[in-house]
């Protein structure tokens, strides 16, 4: 399988075949684990340097899991946190959640520590009447509690136990956090009854990565035996906040991390048992599932209702968009993604609603039935996060869409939302990699997008002496710019909605009168139509007129503000945007400055800008385009990316001057003169 977006830091092993890197744990390095024992410098501490957005700071964050002499599981945490503004109280507040059948949490101690005016420590402890739990589906419960007396300055600890009676459910660990921690530490000692195979991700190294074989003694049939035992120890230190960036699938694609699944069970003097099973075999229980590959053959009304709308079609491709249309304009998707149907096809058709699974299984039921191949793919969407395919579980994935062949190619369909055409996949789909349900076999097969965000604006402007600017606007909206914004369209008013497409909050432009064209017709470009005008747009300063030539533009901001990004960019579609622009310009005025031609991109063409200009009689006419077609940066790109975002807000702040034509002043040969007009215009976003 190939993977795109893999950590440098990714890797398989066989749990406990891990070699020692480097470093021991330092005594002057690791934090006093001491229930209550906090140095005194972290009270005083009020700010964290690195971090001038910490709200908390974890100081340190500590689990450790083993095994009893039983081989029942259990999994300690503590965890200790200074509060340095009340939006740290966000952590102040612990769920956990585990499996109400096999697991059982006990042990929760919780306290708040504060330095008292005197310089001694105050503690209020958590109340054992603090803590609740409560349901969390069938399956799960979720034990929750607050510390007690959260403010700015004061240090928080808790800690728990879990025990488990089931060798499946080894907890995973998680080295960052959403605020910086100092300190995070998971120590790991497992028989080797239980064989776990390891997946570590992240882009920051281990300050410690050890193992080790030891032995212990564990109860058997006939009494206590020593057992080699694999000890495992990873700590990391001063490890950075992850927060929301854009552009990014999930945070926990990209969050250092180690997790396990049982993979086999070899109990002495027993022949060893796997656990997990190979893709051939969930491929094969898919096919086999009564609610999946058992719905796909089609009941006699499914058959009925497919050959009925292909009836006469001899072209494949349009007997393949009859039936996602069909599909798609008759079914109505309830918002939820799954990988199974609820009832069965024929209640969906019956009923006209289901989750994604029931939409895109009677989809896939009824393109057979038409006469096409026609495959069920399995995906993780973009905010489910990525498959790991070296873990055969079909858990990883949250959703179904369909594969068919026609013309010689192969095309992904998601029928499940009515406003989009069937070229068009969702964007929560676009996440790479799709597991194929073949008749007999499987395959994983690229999910990428077949098409661009496309926005074309053509601006036709008059500006009066005092500033004054108005005129014609046409928006033509293609691809997933249309399908984006005939969504954000079926959401409002349509006044409101033209309003923010032109950003007339930010640009200062009134919107006079619209038209909108072919807002319900999903395979044609949505058309926005608009009269414009503004009071103030430019600056008249003497002699001249200072003016943004962008006006209407959807003018570009830089989406990234941190220096740096350890983790890709990924896009998901490209995107291009053109804007054309002829403005006339007031009588007894002549152009004396404006935005010089260029063309700027990114190494290997993966972006491009360009501007280009020219003046007949008395219109400007400039032209820009910006065209993304890489979807996916590595983090080592991300400077370039963000510089070059930085020169094209620039350059879009660059303004046209005009003098007036009588005047005796000498006429600016750069945008130094007069130092007063440097500034952008209102009209600039």
């Known amino acids: 399988m190939t993977r795109r977006h893999l950590t440098p830091l990714l890797s398989l092993c066989t749990l406990f075949s891990l070699t020692l890197l480097s470093r021991a744990v330092a005594g002057t390095d690791a934090p006093s684990k001491e229930w209550g024992s906090v140095p005194k410098e972290h009270f005083l501490m009020s700010s964290y340097p690195p971090d001038s957005n910490a709200a908390a700071v ?42 109400k059948q096999v697991q059982d949490i006990g042990d929760i101690e919780g306290q708040t520590l504060t330095l008292g005016p005197d ?5 209020q402890e958590l109340r054992g009447d603090d803590v609740f739990t409560e349901e969390s589906g069938e399956k799960f419960k979720t034990a929750k509690f607050t510390l007690p007396a959260l403010a700015p300055g004061s240090v928080i600890e808790y800690r728990y136990t879990i025990r488990s009676t089931n060798a499946n459910y080894l907890n995973d660990w998680s080295f960052q956090n959403d605020e910086p921690t100092l300190w995070s530490e998971y120590e790991l000692r497992t028989p080797n009854v239980f064989a776990y195979a390891s997946v570590t991700q992240g882009y920051h190294k281990f300050f410690v990565q050890t193992s080790e074989q030891l032995k212990e003694s564990f109860q058997g049939p006939a009494g206590m035996n020593i057992v080699p035992v694999s000890h495992s120890h990873w700590v990391m230190k001063d490890v950075p906040a992850l927060r929301e960036e854009p552009f990014i699938t999930t945070l926990d694609d990209y969050r250092d991390r180690v997790s396990f699944q049982l993979s086999g069970v070899a109990w002495p003097g027993e022949v060893p048992q796997p656990i997990l099973r190979t893709w051939d075999k969930v491929a094969e229980e898919l096919r086999n599932h009564d609610r999946f590959g058992g719905q796909l053959d089609g009941s006699g009304s499914i058959r009925r209702v497919a050959e009925s709308l292909s009836a006469g079609i001899a072209d494949s491709a349009k007997r393949m968009e009859t039936v996602y249309d069909f599909v798609r304009n008759s079914i109505l998707w309830d918002g939820r993604h799954a990988l199974l149907t609820r009832k069965g096809l024929d209640d969906v058709l019956e009923k006209k609603a289901g989750n994604s699974a029931d939409i895109n299984l009677l989809l896939t039921a009824m393109l057979r039935a038409a006469g096409l191949p026609a495959h069920p793919v399995l995906v993780s969407t973009r905010d489910n996060g990525r498959v790991v395919d070296v873990y055969p579980l079909v858990d990883q994935f949250n959703t179904v869409i369909c594969q068919t062949s026609v013309g010689g190619r192969n095309v992904l369909l998601d029928a499940t939302e009515r406003m989009r055409p069937w070229p068009l996949l969702p964007f929560a789909d676009l996440n790479h990699t799709g597991f194929l349900v ?26 009066d002496t005092a500033g004054a600017i108005a005129g014609r606007v046409q928006m033509k909206l293609s691809d997933y710019a249309a399908v984006n914004e005939r969504a954000a369209l079926a959401e409002g008013k349509r006044d409101k909605f033209v309003s923010s497409l ?16 072919n807002a319900d017709s999903v395979l044609l470009p949505l058309v926005v139509d608009a009269t414009v005008s503004s009071g103030v747009y430019a600056q008249v300063l003497n002699d001249f007129i200072y003016v943004n030539p962008m006006t209407v533009a959807r003018s570009m ?44 991109q990114l190494p290997m063409n993966g972006a491009m800008y360009q501007r280009l200009s020219q003046q007949a009689e008395n219109v400007f006419m400039l032209s820009v385009r910006f065209d993304l077609t890489q979807t996916s940066f590595p983090p080592e790109k991300y400077a370039a990316l963000r510089e070059f975002y930085e020169r094209i807000v620039a350059l879009e702040s660059e303004q046209l001057v005009l003098q007036k034509q009588s005047s005796a002043a000498p006429a600016p040969t750069n945008r130094t003169e007069p130092a007063k007009a440097r500034g952008r215009t209102k009209g600039k976003k």
Do not use: C
């Not at 899991?65 to 939006?87: C, M, N, Q, V, W």
């Open 438 to 463: 073949g008749d007999e076999g499987y395959a994983w097969i690229p999910v990428e997008p077949t098409a661009t965000k496309n926005a074309l604006t053509f601006a036709d402007m008059s500006l």
């Open 502 to 517: 032109l950003k007339s909050s930010s640009n200062g432009i009134n919107v006079d009168a619209f038209t909108i064209t």
């Open 557 to 600: 901001e830089n989406p990234f503000k941190r220096n740096e990004r350890l983790f890709p960019v990924d896009y998901a579609y490209p995107r291009s945007f053109t804007y054309k622009l002829n403005l006339k310009i007031p009588p007894g005025y002549a152009l004396m400055d404006h935005p010089k031609d260029l063309t700027i």
């Open 119 to 123: 310089g001694t420590i105050v503690r």
């Open 58 to 99: 974890i100081l340190f964050d500590i689990g450790e899991a083993s095994f009893d002499s039983h081989y029942d599981l259990e999994f300690h945490r503590h965890t200790r946190i200074k509060i340095l503004r009340k939006e740290g109280y966000a952590l102040g507040t612990v769920k956990v959640s585990y499996q």
